[in-house]
Nanobody, 127 residues
Framework: QVQLVESGGGLVQAGDSLRLSCAAS????????TGWFRQAPGKEREFVAG????????YYADSVKGRFTISRDNAKKTVYLQMESLKPEDTAIYYC????????????????????WGQGTQVTVSS
């Protein structure tokens, strides 16, 4: 069972950047597809970005496409989310999630596809 720990959240101003990290407990994270989700107060958890086991496949929600970049370093057992041009509507708790059985693009977008979740990191963007 893999454990995930997010870090890098904080309070920033609109237009600023942040990089979130998701550190895995297992070296085998390289065999897990990974995604970032977020949940704002009073809203459902939503998909932000996903990355395949190799890192070749990357997937984004329309709301963050062109501003966020997901990447991974399997040797460091870490997945990253680089966030640029942050907006107040990006304010949320950001969660990292992973599962081995993510073979198709559509599966990355569904939170039910993921078996393992981190505890989340808060991102607050002030206007």
């Amino acid at each position: 069972q893999v454990q995930l720990v997010e870090s890098g959240g904080g309070l920033v101003q609109a237009g600023d950047s942040l990089r979130l990290s998701c550190a895995a407990s297992e070296r085998t994270i390289g065999s897990y597809g990974t995604g970032w989700f977020r949940q704002a107060p009073g809203k459902e958890r939503e998909f932000v970005a996903g990355i395949s086991r190799s890192g070749i496949g990357t997937y984004y929600a329309d709301s963050v496409k062109g501003r966020f970049t997901i990447s991974r370093d399997n040797a460091k057992k870490t997945v990253y989310l680089q966030m640029e041009s942050l907006k107040p509507e990006d304010t949320a708790i950001y969660y990292c999630a992973a599962n081995q059985n993510l073979y198709y693009r559509d599966t990355y977008y569904k939170h039910s596809s993921y078996a393992y979740w981190g505890q989340g990191t808060q991102v607050t963007v002030s206007s």
